[in-house]
Structure formats: structure tokens, C-alpha cells
């Protein structure tokens, strides 16, 4: 399960690349898909406050462009959003930066943020998905690290 997790986050990721269609096609700095500690709710939580459950992980990649002109941001960003709304993708927010947005996947509760920052002219883009069950026995460092950091 996991590492269908983290191929759909890939493949989503790679789908905003190619819809962005930056000039040039230039090179992204992205650190591959990662994992985030998830943390008890409800009561339980009173119990284990501020322990991370080891049996659970939320799932992120992120990616990003520097230098990116504000038209070609704006363009690329358009694209996204299209296809976004297009295929059902719920938006819950926008100007997250000084041009983004963010949608949701119904159903999923997987995220695509794409945000654009002006003093940088940086394009960031980052794919989440939420908390869940892993399977017994799995252990994200057993795997090589260019396993787990492939982007």
C-alpha cells in the first residue's frame, strides 16, 4: 500500500510538471516522496500526547522550479487547475502564496498545492496524502534511501 501511495503521488506530480509546461522544461529540486508523522485522535490521544503512532504515516512530494516569470506561472498554473476541476478535484483554497490554490481529490483526501512566490519567481507544487494504515511489518529505512527519496 505504501508504495502505491507513492506512486499515484508521483504520477500526479508528474502529471502538474507536464501541465505546467515551463518553458524550457527546466530541471525541479524535489527531495521524492516522503513521510510525516501521524498522531492519535479522540481519547486515545490524551494518552499518547505528542506520540507519533508508529503504524501510520501521511505521505508528501514535493517539488519546485526557481526563476519562474510571473506570466509563464500563471499560465502553467491555469493548466493545472483545468485539469483539476476537469477530472472533479474539489478547490479549498486559494492564494495560499502570492498566486496558488490548493485542491482536493473526492473521496481520497489527497491534496495538489500549486503556489507561486514572487520574490523568488519560485513555482512549488506539492502532493499530499492524508494518514494511513501501514501494513505489518513495514519499515520505510529498510528500504534504500534511493528508494525512498526517488522523485
Avoid at 506512486?7 to 513521510?35: D, H
Avoid at 481519547?43 to 526563476?67: C, K, Y
Wanted: with cysteine; hydrophobic share 30%.
Amino acid at each position: 500500500m505504501p508504495d502505491q501511495v507513492a506512486e499515484r503521488l508521483k504520477g500526479e506530480a508528474q502529471r502538474v510538471y507536464e501541465e505546467a509546461a515551463l518553458p524550457g522544461r527546466p530541471g525541479v529540486s524535489s527531495s521524492g516522496v516522503e513521510t510525516g508523522t501521524c498522531y492519535y485522535r479522540g481519547l486515545r490521544s490524551i494518552a499518547h500526547i505528542d506520540e507519533g503512532r508508529g503504524d501510520v504515516r501521511s505521505f508528501v512530494l514535493e517539488w519546485q522550479v526557481t526563476d519562474v516569470p510571473r506570466s509563464d506561472a500563471r499560465a502553467g498554473r491555469e493548466r493545472v487547475r483545468r485539469r483539476l476541476e476537469h477530472v472533479g478535484w474539489r478547490l479549498t483554497g486559494e492564494n495560499v502564496s502570492d498566486m496558488g490554490f490548493r485542491f482536493e481529490r473526492p473521496g481520497a483526501d489527497e491534496t495538489v498545492a500549486v503556489d507561486w512566490y514572487e520574490h523568488t519567481g519560485t513555482l512549488a507544487v506539492r502532493v499530499h496524502a492524508p494518514c494511513g494504515k501501514l501494513p505489518a511489518g513495514f519499515d520505510e529505512y529498510a528500504r534504500p534511501s534511493s528508494e525512498r527519496s526517488a522523485g
